[in-house]
């Protein structure tokens, strides 16, 4: 890192504003970080997981006596041996720890095994005999409502319709269509895992590797019938997130495990289990009509989405309400109609993950502009540009945007960039790669424009705040902090920028970050791109307290200056159930891409050249965190434009493996320029704007513009498949 | 589950012999994935890794069974471009590292990447027991999905391979750039002095397998003594042939249609470039006898 004068003549380094190194980082790069995967406990055993290969089946026997007798085996537990209540969920409680009498998924737990070997575990797991009376699944995501009703109140999640100005004006110029989103998972590298160690009062300490330390808290705690103080959580190494980690998986089967045997029990999924275990990006079907004037001016937008919630609701009623509040994009339309469903299907469940609903509606809205300009005879990027969004936009929920929205801008800073020489003859940055399909024939260029929108933090009235505590001490005659949290770092660089933030308030350069646990108060998810803004803000407003008590000392002799305080983000509303008016949300993200794509059109071979992106940040307190944000949300949005897919037929996954499910590689991403704004937001803490989705969304769009542009054809399906480029 | 140590090919034989159920390991990229996998549960591995004999290769060319594919790439790409074009292709760095033909051979997966250039430059695969060696070619050795022609006691020792006799081009198409699987592949090695050409399809058939009609299609085609320009009538019909010569099915990487037509495509391509190249070195071969 180069520091600046400024920086180099500062009291303390590793402010904010700066890019120190994370603690982290060689420690991953050489293979030494001790993930959930790695916890040992002296004594402990193992547990394994029985699932259903059915979709959807009656349960109609569960046998565990032969499965009991395996010598090595301590435990066999199915749904009677859950003490408290057999439901949880994020939103609605409608999913059980063990299944009881009826499985809504392939892979959905019905047992589970105690064991003093993982194998002798898995073994002892397929001796379990259930029968099952197999039923037909219900998998049509735009017909589920009106079919077999999976759960008792039907299979709607959530309809949100949006109604504002005219639902009946008509436009001159008039494009639709039909788009579909695969689904997409999350693919976080390091597989589901934890270590439950009981103690003698009954009560059990879980180390987990997850992104919401309380709310997995209160759903195992519910479960296991005990109050909450008796379960305690301590935040593993966690392998990435995006989202899955979000709802529970092994938290309450470890822990039964450990209170039922009195021994510390670990459980690690593999990699395939590691599909059945985690909920995925919701699939989506999305109607779109778009009215505009010659101009190009946008004069309405109609649109209908269905988005595939699986077995359970666990985020779904959000993710619907995402898609239809962010459901135009980043442009000013004074007439708008949508309605959104989330349904229940016997398809795999699906939640939270980066994007969130707004990933699926970009898709669409981003299509339909570039549809809208071919039918106007206008660039992608003008006709983007007319109907810019800017601060003082109205939202289709009403909602003025009361900070930076440079929408036009971003677009032009991505247009102006230099465009990637012409087409190598170097094989590896050629469609095919190495695997030498092509030395140029049939490689046509394409570049495809897109931005999109993001709301940040929770929304629709959700009470959104952090817990942090700040404590300052003489250590060898100066002062250190240590801060204190229960939010969640998953990856993303959390640590870092608390230790930034506390050193930038308090001017203490040695910040110690103690492990992340439920000794306090809830730090919320690390979802929403919020932690930054809610968390850190929760630091900063601790050290604000703190400084009032040092009050300019630097010694402070014996005295411990101890601060704990929670903070929220400005209140949102909940929608309007019939019109979906209401300052629904705190804070909106922008970021618009620039794809550059080579595609073999003979073969259907597709190498993204160029993946330029521009967004704002607000303002970038770890610069380098910031733009590696930018990169993983382009290549996780690259990767559902041309590989990502959980493929299902008949609601059974047919490639839970990293072998058929794919995502890219060096080879696939290219390098990227990115330009980062800082507008900063008057409202958010140093002005900073959420930075992990923005990018997920527009990056996708973009880079199927370009290989329409490279191919002519419609592509209204993403992940855009070879076949669906030699149209075989 | 016993772990079989032999230091030797001849105690690995006799190994094999009295444990038929042992399945041999060398870089264990499969073999290790399926145990993991608990996909299968053999009652011994039978470790190569110490077995001398398997991991050389002589000139030829005789290549052991354990050469890990780096080494192909690295020592063997000028005598066996095909080969080390495939080697290319296989998975990562650290795959490759470990990776061989034997286990691609013994795996006998349709996906295999060295199969096809194997079938199209006419590889025997050496076999032995303890009831001595035997001698299989490439296209008797494939006989189902993941079956293969060696008998229980068995073992893969060396593939035979004579050092390229002309151009050689394998393609693979995968749904990503590197570190991918094959939806279909294509190898194709020309042998000018034979005045014939050999093809095979990989991930198209329930084995690989060599398509005899566009190899003979080509034979009679092509004028190898005084090469001319191909036309792309004749590029045409080889992708056509090739493209027949395979029975694809719909999976999860790929459906029929589409592994059809990029087999031609990739015939077509990869007998352009190797035909380049023999005009290209027949040219060179000119200037110099006039000089």
Redesign the interface.
């Known amino acids: 890192m180069t520091l600046t004068p400024a920086e180099l003549t500062s009291a303390v380094s590793g402010g904010i504003g700066t890019s120190p190194q994370r603690p982290d980082g060689n420690l991953k790069v050489r293979g030494e970080f001790a993930y959930a995967s790695d916890l040992w406990h002296e004594d402990m055993i193992w547990g394994a997981t029985l699932r259903s290969p059915h979709p959807y089946a009656r349960i109609t026997s569960v046998d565990i006596t032969e499965a009991l007798q395996v010598p090595g085996v301590y435990a066999v537990l199915t749904h009677s041996d859950v003490p408290g209540r057999n439901l949880y969920g994020l939103e609605h409680k409608d999913q059980p720890v063990l299944a009881v009498d009826v499985v809504r998924y392939q892979g959905e737990p019905i047992a589970l095994v105690g064991a003093d070997h993982p ?1 002798t575990a ?1 073994r002892a797991m397929k001796k379990i005999v259930v029968g099952y009376e197999v039923l037909e699944p219900v998998v049509d995501m735009e017909t589920a409502a009106d079919d077999t009703p999976l759960h008792p109140g039907g299979n709607l999640v959530r309809h949100v319709p949006i109604r504002r100005g005219s639902q009946d004006v008509a436009a001159e110029v008039v494009v639709t269509g039909r788009y579909e989103v695969g689904m997409q998972d999350q693919a976080f590298l390091g597989p589901e895992s934890g270590l439950a160690v009981p103690a003698d009062d009954g009560s059990v300490d879980l180390y987990i590797a997850t992104q919401w330390l309380h709310v997995d808290r209160s759903q195992v705690a519910a479960a296991l019938g005990l109050p909450e103080e008796k379960v305690r959580l301590t935040l593993s190494g966690v392998g990435g997130a995006f989202g899955g980690r979000e709802d529970l998986s092994m938290q309450v089967h470890a822990c039964l495990l450990a209170l039922h045997t009195g021994k510390p029990v670990k459980m690690v999924y ?1 990699r ?1 289990e590691s599909f059945y275990g985690h909920v995925h990006r919701h699939p989506a079907v999305l109607y779109y009509e778009h009215g505009a004037d010659r101009t190009g001016k946008l004069v309405y937008v109609r649109a209908r989405m269905y988005l595939d919630g699986g077995a359970y609701a666990s985020s779904t009623p959000a993710v619907v309400a995402n898609a239809a509040t962010l459901g135009v994009g980043p442009y000013e339309v004074d007439n708008v109609t949508v309605d959104a469903y989330g349904v229940y299907t016997n398809n795999p469940p699906c939640g939270a993950m980066r994007g969130f609903g707004a990933v699926q509606a970009g898709f669409a809205y981003e299509s339909q502009m570039d549809k809208l300009a071919e039918a106007l005879g206008m660039s992608p990027v003008d006709v983007r540009v007319r109907n810019a969004m800017t601060e003082g936009s109205v939202m289709p929920t009403g909602q003025v945007v009361d900070s930076a929205a440079p929408v036009a801008q971003l677009l032009k800073l991505v247009q102006d960039k230099p465009l990637p020489a012409g087409t190598s003859s170097d094989l ?1 940055e050629l ?9 140029g ?2 490689v046509v260029r394409g570049v495809g424009y897109a931005v999109g929108i993001k709301n940040i933090c929770f929304s629709e009235g959700y009470d959104d705040y952090s817990t942090a505590r700040v404590r300052v001490s003489m250590v060898n005659g100066s002062l250190a902090a240590a801060v204190h949290t229960a939010a969640c770092e998953v990856g993303q660089g959390l640590v870092t920028i608390m230790q930034q933030i506390v050193r930038t308030e308090l001017g203490i350069e040695l910040v110690t970050v103690l492990p992340m646990d439920t000794t306090i108060g809830n730090g919320g998810s690390t979802s929403a791109s919020r932690q930054t803004y809610v968390t850190g803000g929760a630091v900063k407003a601790a050290c604000a307290l703190v400084r009032d008590r040092l009050a300019g000392r630097t010694d402070i002799g014996d005295e411990v200056i101890d601060e704990t305080t929670e903070w929220r983000h400005r209140a949102t509303e909940a929608i309007d159930p019939e019109t979906g008016q209401g300052n629904a949300h705190v804070q909106y993200g922008f970021a618009a891409h620039r794809a550059v794509v080579d595609v073999d059109v ?4 597709v ?1 993204v050249v160029a993946l330029d992106c521009a967004q704002d940040v607000g303002r970038a307190l770890n610069p380098q965190a910031v733009v590696g944000q930018i990169q993983g949300g382009s290549a996780q949005g690259l990767g559902l434009a ?2 990502e897919e959980i ?1 299902t037929s008949g609601g059974k996954v ?2 839970p493996s990293f ?2 499910y ?1 995502i ?5 991403m290219p390098p990227m320029s990115i330009d980062v704004l800082e507008l900063a937001d008057p409202h958010a803490p140093y002005g900073i704007r959420g930075v992990g989705e923005p990018p997920t969304i527009s990056s996708t769009p973009a880079i199927v513009a370009a290989i329409r542009a490279a191919t002519g054809l419609a592509l209204t399906r993403v992940p855009v ?3 669906h480029l ?1 149209v ?1 | 589950m016993d772990f079989l140590r032999p230091e030797t090919l001849a105690e690995a034989l006799e190994l094999k012999a009295s444990r038929p159920d042992a399945v041999p390991i060398a870089g264990g990229t499969d073999v290790m994935v399926e145990l ?3 996909h299968r549960r053999p009652g011994a591995l039978l470790d190569l890794t110490r077995v001398p004999e398997l991991r050389q290769w002589s000139d030829g060319l005789r290549i052991g069974a354990a050469v890990p594919y780096a080494r192909i790439i690295d020592e063997l790409g000028t005598a066996l471009p095909g080969l080390a ?1 495939a080697a ?2 296989v998975g990562s760095p650290q795959i490759r590292n470990r990776g061989t033909v034997g286990g691609n051979l013994g795996a006998a997966s349709p996906a295999g990447d060295t199969h096809p250039v194997l079938l199209a430059s006419d590889a025997v695969i050496e076999v032995a027991s303890t009831r001595g060696p035997r001698m299989i070619p490439a296209t008797e050795f494939y006989l189902g999905v993941k079956r293969n022609a060696l008998e229980p006691d068995e073992l893969i020792v060396a593939v035979h391979l004579a050092p390229a006799a002309g151009p050689q ?13 094959a ?1 279909c592949s294509f190898a194709i090695s020309l042998f000018p002095g034979e005045n014939r050409v050999g093809a095979a399809v990989g991930s198209a058939a329930p084995t690989p397998r060599r398509a005899h009609e566009a190899e003979a299609f080509l034979a009679a085609e092509l004028d190898f003594a005084t090469p001319k320009p191909l036309l792309d009538s004749v590029k045409r019909e080889f992708g056509e042939l090739v493209s027949r010569a395979a029975s694809p099915i719909d999976d ?4 029929a ?2 592994r ?3 087999l031609a ?2 015939a077509r ?1 990869t007998l ?2 190797a035909w380049q190249e023999l005009l290209s070195r027949k040219n060179r071969g000119g200037e110099q006898s006039c000089a």
């Open positions: 194998e898995r593999n395939e590896r469609p095919g790669g190495v695997s030498n399909t092509t030395h024939e049939g003979e073969l259907g071979l190498r041309v590989m493929q047919r490639n072998t058929d794919l890219p590689t060096v080879l696939d498949r070879p076949e030699t075989t | 993991n996998f608990d074009m290319r292709t081009q394998f393609a693979k198409v995968g749904t990503r750039n590197a570190m991918v699987i939806v999860v990487r790929g459906s249609a589409y059809e037509h990029a495509v990739m391509r352009g470039w």
